[in-house]
Each structure stands twice: as structure tokens, then as C-alpha cells.
């Protein structure tokens, strides 16, 4: 039974590379409640492989929203390798500034799905990026996220598969920067 949470209530924490050991189990079970009807697959499988090697980059950057002291979801993401965005191949020209901060996840538990919270935890973690651009995946699968990003200023620029049991991603791109 789903039941209306209002987003007034999550605390939003942020968090950076040093923090890694000590939130990592909370990113693991967020990500085991979300996928519960997922854990079979394999690359959902291998989330726990994604984590540290996101978490390892010096600039790895999150956000883990908490109602009542309960984690609900997270976001996290880390700066682009400069002159290695990865993206550069779905556009003509690149962008003069194109300092890019990736998002690798965005994860809301169910129970707090549509009432806000994946905006407010994606909108923590961008709001103080010195990055010029955003870049996210969105599986084709789920064409309500990749809409929902659309929202949030985000478009599509190609596909990219990443790994060979992944899905074909929709990449997206998005300015951070207004002129």
C-alpha cells in the first residue's frame, strides 16, 4: 500500500570521498530496496562494484536523503577525467567550457517515489558544481525518467553501452551554467 510522503520531511546530508566506508552499506540497501524485483540481474548484481569505483575518485560527490532518520534515496556522481568526457562523441562541437561532473546514480526507494525527493536529492547535488555541464545515463527501458530528466533541462544526445551486459543507454547532457 503506497501512501503519500511529503518531501518536507527528508534531511538532505552531504557527503564526499572520505565518507565512502561510512555510508556505503546505506547505499547498498537503498539500491537492494529499490532493485528488490531486480537483484537477479547481473548487472544489478555488480552494483556494489559501481560504488567503490565511484567512491574512489577523489572528487566522488553524494547526496543521501533520510525521513526520519531512515535513508530514502541517494544521489552521487564525481567530476569528468578532463579532455576524456566520454560524451564528446555525440556532439559535433564540443562546448568551450565542457568541465563535465557525471551522475552515475540516482536511487529513490519506492515508498518515497513520485513526491519530489529524486528532484530534491539530484538538485543538492549540482547546486554548488563548479562544472560546466551534467551528464547522466538513462536506461531506454524507463522512458518516464528520461522524460522526468527532459524536465530538469536535460537532452538526449546518443547512446552509449558501457559494458556489454548493460542496457543501451540514452546519454544526456545538460548545461549547469547559464551565460
Not at 53 to 70: I, L, N, S, T
Not at 144 to 150: C, D, M, S
Not at 154 to 163: A, D, E, L, S
Amino acid at each position: 500500500m503506497e501512501h503519500p510522503v511529503t518531501t518536507a520531511t527528508v534531511e538532505l546530508r552531504h557527503y564526499g570521498h572520505d565518507d565512502l566506508p561510512h555510508i556505503r552499506q546505506t547505499l547498498l540497501d537503498v539500491h537492494a530496496d529499490a532493485y528488490a524485483d531486480e537483484m537477479e540481474d547481473e548487472f544489478n548484481q555488480r552494483f556494489p562494484w559501481f560504488v567503490d569505483h565511484w567512491g574512489g575518485h577523489p572528487g566522488f560527490a553524494c547526496v543521501v536523503g533520510y525521513d526520519d532518520g531512515e535513508p530514502v534515496g541517494f544521489a552521487y556522481g564525481a567530476p569528468a577525467t578532463p579532455g576524456r568526457e566520454w560524451w564528446r562523441e555525440h556532439l559535433a562541437t564540443a562546448p568551450a567550457d565542457d568541465s563535465t561532473f557525471s551522475v552515475s546514480e540516482l536511487m529513490v526507494r519506492p515508498k518515497w517515489r513520485k513526491t519530489g525527493t529524486a528532484e530534491q536529492l539530484h538538485t543538492a547535488l549540482l547546486e554548488s558544481r563548479p562544472e560546466a555541464l551534467a551528464v547522466l545515463l538513462v536506461d531506454p527501458d524507463h522512458p518516464k525518467v528520461q522524460a522526468l530528466y527532459e524536465t530538469w533541462r536535460y537532452r538526449k544526445i546518443g547512446n552509449r553501452q558501457p559494458f556489454p551486459d548493460s542496457p543501451n543507454f540514452a546519454v544526456m547532457l545538460r548545461e549547469l551554467r547559464f551565460a
